[in-house]
């Protein structure tokens, strides 16, 4: 029985855990090659290639770090060599303060190179991503883009200044990057994932502060925080043909946290 992204191929960044790894994995599932992609946690994109590997897909990894033109350029480049095109890209790879690798600290007390660090993974990395990425659709005529924002774009909280403003500059970029895309047939989405298990953030958070999970269950309307796989089902929608007119559109997928 033919799957729904037969014969296409995927890049996921950020993909050695959580959101990352398992939209890779559905990737998989349902047909397409994937290029696995992140930086510092090698051993952990090693690991989903081997996973998807395991289960019968086909994916390879490369090592990538967003912020680097470079990097970016001969990622995408290796896609294209190894794959022969690029369908569609989750570009997820990203930082947020989580006690542990990075500070939770208010504007007053943030570090410049904190700054600095958060807005070139989160904000430029996607932007050099998108750069590559659309170069080859355009080649292509053909190609779908969905990028990771937060719903710390559209509710803010304190202590996440750079995160925020990171997440929210991507929503322009999202929707700047449909209407250049949309005559050569590129669509480009982003979602907005909540709180979500099973991801570095939420772990390092949790550890910190036990308590803090409940804290967010509790101003989420489903009472829950979201799994990978919920985040990882809405983006190979808006990548599938279903998803065929929908193009700048921000996608909370947050149990109704911003509903309100």
């Not at 997820?92 to 690798?101: T, W």
């Not at 099973?198 to 550890?207: K, N, Q, S």
């Not at 809405?234 to 509903?259: E, K, N, Q, R």
């Amino acid at each position: 029985m033919a799957k729904k992204f037969d014969g296409r191929v995927a890049l996921v960044t950020g993909g050695a855990s959580g959101i990352g790894r398992v939209t890779a994995q559905v990737f998989a599932r349902e047909g397409a090659k994937v290029i696995v992609a992140t930086d510092s946690n090698i051993k952990g994109g090693e690991e989903t290639v081997k996973m998807i590997k395991k289960a019968g897909g086909e994916a390879a990894f490369v090592r990538c770090d967003v912020s680097k033109a470079s990097d970016v350029e001969a990622m995408v480049a290796e896609c294209v060599s190894l794959y022969g095109r690029l369908d569609y890209a989750f570009n997820n790879a990203g930082i947020g303060p989580d006690g542990k690798r990075v500070p939770v600290v208010n504007i007053v007390d943030c570090p410049e190179e904190i700054w600095d660090r958060t807005i070139d993974i989160n904000l430029k990395g996607v932007f050099l991503c998108m750069k590559y990425e659309m170069k080859q659709m355009l080649k292509q005529k053909y190609g779908v883009i969905v990028n990771t924002s937060s719903v710390g774009a559209l509710k803010p909280v304190p202590g996440f200044c750079a995160y925020n403003a990171s997440k929210s500059g991507l929503l322009g970029l999202t929707k700047t990057a449909a209407l250049e895309g949309a005559a050569s047939g590129i669509r480009v989405n982003t979602v907005l994932p909540g709180p979500t298990d099973r991801t570095l953030l939420l772990e390092y958070l949790t550890g910190a502060n036990p308590g803090i999970k409940q804290e967010m269950m509790n101003m989420i309307p489903l009472k829950r925080v979201a799994q990978p796989e919920d985040i990882a089902e809405a983006v190979i929608w808006l990548c599938s043909d279903a998803a065929s007119f929908i193009t700048g559109h921000v996608m909370p997928v947050d149990g109704g946290m911003t509903s309100s």
